[in-house]
């Protein structure tokens, strides 16, 4: 497995989750230089982006998830972390890790996250 995504669970709307993904496969110098990303998919719905974090340290996010999400990584640890705040029923979804160097994606397996009371 390249990607183990770990973190997900049950939550009640305004908790939080941290979700991790580690990369125990892959060397220290090709972790550094991946665009890690978080995606989502609910039932129903097509995957969509939630969260990017460059090699050079920019970040960005979904229209949904600004101000409440952010994205980490420890290049040391080869970890990608989600720290998600303020959680609202219509994130729930299961939350893929994507590691992207050059032009190969490698994905988690996915993990749930349910928000509700």
């Known amino acids: 497995v390249q990607l183990q995504a770990s973190g997900g669970g049950l939550v009640q709307p305004g908790g939080s989750l941290r979700l991790s993904c580690r990369a125990p496969?892959?060397?220290?110098?090709?972790?550094?230089?991946?665009?890690m990303s978080w995606y989502r998919q609910a039932p129903g719905k097509k995957r969509e982006l939630v969260a990017t974090?460059?090699?050079?340290?920019?970040?960005s996010y979904g229209d949904s998830v600004k101000g409440r999400f952010s994205i980490s990584r420890d290049n040391g640890k080869r970890t990608s972390y989600l720290q998600m705040n303020s959680l609202k029923p219509e994130d729930t979804a299961v939350y893929y890790c994507?590691?992207?160097?050059?032009?190969?994606?490698?994905w988690g397996q996915g993990t749930q996250v349910t928000v509700s009371s």
């Open positions: 994507n590691r992207r160097r050059g032009s190969v994606d490698y």
């Open positions: 496969r892959t060397i220290l110098s090709e972790f550094s230089a991946s665009v």
């Open positions: 974090s460059t090699s050079g340290g920019s970040e």
